[in-house]
């Protein structure tokens, strides 16, 4: 479908999606790059900048999904390219094994300005979100001479072995990949939207969420064999679902009671997102009262270029002996550069605030919307990570898995790149860069109004 570009539009499609230029590369993607790699749309990327990414046929769409979640300071922030440019021609690789670069010294003291945890702290520098939550798995198990590590129902922690064990969702990520790691327990994560039972306050939904925790330490593991529990504070992967603050906090007192760390999984969620720097702030009283213990960082620290962290409390953090960890090209002089000039441009810019600002935006459009379809069951916005959950039914809730795929569909056509979420695979998600305008915004919000409403009416006709 071809839309007609308005004076002051930012999408300008001008022609068949997609284009030439596009069809002849994702051609060749296809003979060339394994099935299992999905592809959300068939966007081929030429240049990107702010909220914008222009493609092969000179096509102009608003990006959405901001690689899923990397993309909070925008594409190609000028203070953060030229960061890297400059230390580009300056040093491409030493090793923090062999030896140190001011860069990564500066971004371990960015990150213990800004991560909420209480006292000293130490960082080890990773190059993936998986990475740096394998990282805090070992450095557990390490400071506490245990091994069980516990995680939720509709986690999402990546894609090694032992992420994929920690991972829920198992039809998509993990069958046919088994066996999988050992001594990772699971528990169902505090879903008010599915499983609050009507009539029952938040709290009362926490305090049962808590029961099961309490009752795996009977019929799972002894609490005493448990090293970690690592929760989203927002589920990712699993849908925008937020654990209310009630749950966080009873979470760590039980953690804290029987000594277990409890490690906050920030990579979805990070660096300004959900209108915080990180999402576990919204829970009253972090990092001044209470606290976790480790915070695993990813995506947005980089601004796209590859990097992670794993950020503690220095007793823990400096548990495991010199050499037990490390690789290659954890937090590379680029990737350093540009993470500390992301972290400035983030405060600069005010972005988590801006976070704020978009999702009041999307969450009004969405409410709006919700009130004219009835397979639209949910809408979260915690700042501006933002999805809705479609439903076949809104009593029984069973889960609409047919829609999203339609709308995103639907969305390409309309100059939008956007990606689906959810335990059900029943969600659609803005991750949109923290930089769009409002203008922008505004734009995007229409265009995906009118992608529902066609997958809507496709979806009822087929
Ligand atoms: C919460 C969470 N943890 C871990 C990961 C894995 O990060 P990476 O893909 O960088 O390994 C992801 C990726 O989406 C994530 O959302």
């Known amino acids: ?12 499609i001008n022609g068949p999606l997609p284009g030439a230029n596009a069809r002849a590369i994702l051609e060749r993607r296809d003979a060339t790059t394994v099935r299992g790699l999905y592809r959300s749309c068939p966007i081929v990327a030429d240049h990107a900048t702010g909220a914008t990414v222009t493609d092969v046929d000179g096509n102009v ?19 953060i390219t030229a960061a890297i440019h400059n230390q580009v021609d300056r040093l491409l690789h030493l090793c923090s094994i062999v030896g140190t670069y001011e860069s990564m010294v500066q971004l371990n003291e960015k990150l213990h300005e800004i991560v909420p945890i209480r006292g000293p702290k130490k960082t080890l520098l ?19 001479g245990r091994q069980g590590i516990i995680v939720f129902e509709g986690a999402f922690h990546g894609r090694s072995l032992l992420g994929m064990t920690m991972t829920s969702k198992y039809d998509l990520f993990k069958r046919g990949f088994g066996p999988f790691a050992s001594e990772v327990y699971r528990v169902p994560f505090p879903y008010e939207y599915r499983e609050k039972i009507d009539g029952m306050s938040t709290e009362e939904f926490c305090e049962l969420r808590i029961r099961d925790l309490k009752k795996a330490f009977v019929a799972q593991i002894d609490p005493t064999s448990v090293a970690a529990v690592i929760i989203e504070p927002v589920q990712g992967e699993g849908g925008f679902v937020p654990a209310p603050p009630a749950y966080l906090r009873a979470l760590r007192e039980l953690t804290a009671q029987h000594g277990i760390l409890l490690a906050s999984d920030e990579v979805q969620t990070g660096f300004g997102r959900t209108g915080k720097m990180f999402a576990i702030e919204h829970t009253p009283g972090c990092g001044t009262e209470w606290d976790v213990d480790m915070v695993i960082m990813a995506k947005s620290i980089g601004s796209g270029l590859p990097i992670a962290a794993v950020t503690g409390k220095a007793e823990v953090m400096d548990k495991p002996h010199i050499g037990g960890l490390g690789s290659t090209y954890g937090g590379n002089p680029v990737a350093c550069a540009a993470a500390v000039a992301t ?4 405060r600069d810019h005010q972005l988590a605030d801006r976070a704020t600002e978009i999702g009041d935006v999307c969450r009004d459009y969405f409410s709006r919307w919700q009130a004219k379809h009835d397979t639209i069951g949910d809408v979260r916005c915690l700042g501006a990570m933002c999805a809705i959950e479609f439903v ?3 009593v029984t809730k069973e889960p609409n898995s047919v829609l999203p795929p339609l709308i995103v569909e639907e969305a390409f056509q309309r100059g939008l790149i956007m990606i689906r979420a959810g335990l059900y695979g029943s969600c659609i998600r803005s991750l949109v860069p923290l930089v769009i305008t409002d203008d922008q915004l505004h734009e995007a919000m229409q265009a995906l109004e009118a992608a529902i409403d066609a997958a809507v009416q496709r979806a009822e006709t087929t």
Do not use: Q, W
Not at 64 to 78: F, Y
């Open 1 to 12: 479908m071809s839309s007609t570009p308005t004076a002051n539009a930012t999408i300008r």
């Open 61 to 79: 769409f608003i990006d959405l999904a901001g690689g899923i979640g990397a993309l909070n300071a925008g594409h190609c922030p000028p203070e």
């Open 126 to 144: 990773c190059n993936t979100g998986v990475e740096a939550g394998e990282n805090a798995v070992k450095i557990a198990r390490y400071a506490t």
């Open 343 to 346: 972290i400035d441009y983030l």
């Open 392 to 394: 076949k039914d809104r």
